[in-house]
């Protein structure tokens, strides 16, 4: 097994942080644990498919997440189109920390990823958290580490998964 170094990233959120300018069509809606969580688990599964990130099967994942101290379903960020279909996500713990970020394929690059982060920066600013923090391998293939540093996030520390 190949070794893969893993990157933990931290961006301030001391200064204010724009609102999020979500592309065309696309909306924020409210997380819906009953209603969207399948269909969460399924982007996560799709947009980790080539790569970045790992997801356990759905039985194992919700009732995981579900019974994790940090989680908070007011901290899951969804993206929906004007159809209602969700194609982007931003999944949070209530220690300042992204867990998941998720992006349908076919709405990559249009700034979705930036506006889902933006709204956790604003959600966890408001909350009194001086910054927000989370890990990245380094080899993503969906250049989401391009995509946190353009939104200021530094690097903190890395380290090496076998």
């Known amino acids: ?24 069509g696309i909306r924020p ?4 644990p009953g209603r969207h969580a399948e269909t969460l688990h ?7 498919a080539r790569g ?14 579900q019974g994790d101290s940090e989680y908070d379903p007011a901290l899951v960020f ?15 713990w209530t220690g300042a920390f992204v867990k998941d970020l998720a ?8 700034g979705l990823g930036s506006s889902l982060l933006h709204q956790a920066f604003r ?6 958290s001086p910054s927000i923090e989370l890990k990245v391998h380094a080899d993503n293939p969906s250049g989401a580490l391009r995509l946190y540093r353009s939104l200021g996030f530094e690097e903190v520390e890395s380290y090496r998964l076998a």
């Open 123 to 128: 959600a966890f600013r408001e909350r009194g």
């Open 103 to 110: 992006v349908a394929p076919s709405m990559r690059r249009n």
């Open 52 to 65: 970045g990130g790992y997801v356990e099967p759905f039985a194992i994942w919700w009732p995981s997440l």
């Open 78 to 92: 969804v993206a929906a189109n004007e159809r209602g279909s969700i194609v982007g996500v931003a999944q949070c």
């Open 42 to 48: 399924a982007l996560l599964v799709e947009a980790y």
């Open 29 to 32: 809606v409210t997380f819906e």
């Open 1 to 24: 097994m190949t070794e893969r170094l893993v990157i933990c990233m931290r961006r301030s959120l001391t200064e204010p942080v724009p609102d999020p300018v979500w592309p065309a």
